[in-house]
């Protein structure tokens, strides 16, 4: 099966089960006189929200929020009838100083509320505005939601929020942090069917990509159906007890290491990319990036491409209705921005690949009928021509014919329903195929490779593992149990490509030349 990359986490029997007493946001780095756990970072905005206004009555109703958010940041406001103006941003998602002032003195401002993004310091100079900020009894809330493991100092605000769900398995989880005093009306009750609903997809996806239990469609349906009670709570829910549990299983260091470690990958493996360009591209010692934010000139298609290979990269945050107006450079990240999953589900083999798909965006490959392998007969013949000199029979003369003959048949076979044929295109060239059968072996359906070939010039592209991987998911998709190959002794490197695709060799073949004098 291909693996997936992105998507919802997965729970697995080793993650629930364990303490759920979870420790203070100070994990975080956000520390303050009180906290709460809270289902999610919109309750921990809310809860804000009603204390600021128990402790300042009189608090100016206008709220800044960075051009660029999330919906269920703006809701709570809009609900609790706030005006809102938006902290205009660069293309970086950086805010200048000099912008933050300007808002806060030409506007009557309550409530500003901050972002970091993706785990970088996107408020380089925020140190500067806060004092401003105090003096005009202006209350801050940092939302701390994408850089919480990230080691840059915390800004001097009067509260902080955030979300666990986008960084590990939580069926729910946010909290909120006040700088003085304490929070008052504290939830007590945590939505016991939202942790049932979240439980129950997530195990059931782990079941599927791990142990081949299921469907695809049954677990995705359960997401739905969970995601639709998360976004439809009425109330403010204390952090489920699962949660509790699942975050305090979560090995923070490995997370911090995988995470960075992965997001060097893909500065690598994606530069120089036509089309593609790294929001953030450098690291540095404190950053724990949340995704691998890109910025694409066509964005719907490289989603699409990702998605055809399994790799799941989200459109995190369409602009809202309310943002009527914001300027090109943060209306041109809407539009073009797309996140990469680099979580710690994943390593460099992963990066890796999601490299070799966007390296091979002006490729196309996909399982092929007769008529679709017709203009590329020709082809397909020199390439089988060249696989009986390079790797089958080097000692022998190969007649051009003897390969033709082959392909020829190739009609008669695919038509038969056991032979599939997956090839990888530029424009009129063939690069490269695979060419499998299926046929019965004592008590199981086998999945025979009976040849994959790529010219010289496409060996580098990583489209054998694609190939490897898409024959295994059709395999599987048919029925059959057991993949097999075979491949000569002196092909050290389909040997390689073999054993790091996780086939192990089970027999070998042998040959004895007789001697006819004899």
């Known amino acids: 099966m291909q693996s997936e990359i992105g998507s919802n986490f997965w729970l697995s029997p080793d993650d629930v089960i364990g303490s759920n007493v979870i420790p203070s946001p100070d994990i975080f780095n956000c520390a303050g006189s009180d906290y709460v756990w809270l289902s999610t970072c919109r309750s921990a905005i809310e809860l804000v929200i009603r204390t600021i206004e ?30 809102i103006i938006t902290l205009p941003l660069d293309e970086d998602l950086t805010s200048s100083t000099r912008e933050i002032l300007k808002i806060i003195e030409e506007t009557s401002v309550g409530i500003v509320l901050f972002h970091r993004y993706f785990g970088f310091d996107t408020l380089p100079g925020i140190d500067e505005v806060l004092p401003v900020l105090q003096k005009k009894n202006v209350i801050v809330i940092e939302d ?71 469907d695809k469609d049954t677990y995705l349906t359960r997401y739905r159906d969970a995601e639709n009670l998360l976004d439809n709570q009425s109330q403010i829910y204390a952090i489920g007890e699962l949660s509790k549990i699942v975050q305090r299983n979560l090995d923070i260091c490995q997370m911090k290491i995988k995470r960075r470690r992965n997001y060097q990958t893909l500065l690598q493996v994606l530069k120089d990319i ?95 009928k007769w008529e679709d392998i017709l203009p590329y007969k020709e082809q397909l013949i020199q390439l089988e021509h060249e696989l009986m000199i390079r790797y089958h029979y080097p000692d022998k003369i190969i007649s051009v014919d003897y390969p033709s003959s082959r392909v020829e048949n190739l009609k008669e076979h695919i038509m038969s329903g056991n032979t599939f044929f997956w090839a990888a295109c530029r424009g009129n060239e063939l690069l490269g195929y695979m060419w499998c059968y299926t046929s019965p072996f004592i008590d199981i359906k086998r999945w025979n ?33 057991e993949i097999c190959t075979e491949y000569v002794p002196f092909n050290d490197h389909m040997a390689h490509v073999m054993e790091r695709e996780g086939f192990e060799v089970t027999r070998v073949e042998v040959v004895k030349r007789l001697n006819r004098d004899n």
């Open 144 to 214: 701390c939601t994408q850089s919480l493991y990230s080691s840059f100092n915390r800004m001097a605000a009067d509260y902080f929020v955030g979300s666990i769900r986008k960084w590990c398995g939580v069926p729910d989880g946010g909290f909120a942090v006040c700088k003085d005093g304490a929070f008052t009306d504290k939830p007590m009750r945590s939505d016991i069917a939202l942790e049932r609903a979240k439980r129950v997809a997530s195990e059931m996806k782990y079941r599927y990509l791990f142990l081949y239990a299921g």
């Open 449 to 481: 490779i009976r040849s994959i070939m790529f010219k010289s010039s496409a060996q580098s592209l990583g489209l054998g593992h694609i190939a490897l991987e898409e024959g295994e998911r059709k395999a599987l998709e048919i029925g059959c149990t």
């Open 274 to 368: 036509d089309g593609i360009t790294p929001l953030f591209g450098r690291m540095e010692n404190g950053d724990v990036p949340l995704y691998f934010p890109i910025l694409c000139d066509d964005r719907e298609k490289i989603q699409k491409l990702l998605v055809k290979n399994a790799v799941y990269a989200p459109i995190i945050w369409p602009k809202n209705e309310i943002f009527s107006r914001v300027s090109e450079k943060v209306e041109y990240v809407y539009e073009h921005l797309l996140c990469i999953p680099i979580d710690q589900r994943y390593d460099t083999d992963d990066m890796e690949r999601i490299g070799a798909i966007m390296k091979n965006m002006d490729i196309q490959y996909d399982w092929m």
């Open 54 to 83: 128990q402790r300042n009555p009189n608090v100016k109703k206008v709220v800044c929020l960075p051009a660029f958010t999330c919906h269920t940041v703006l809701e709570p406001f809009v609900k609790a009838g706030y005006k």
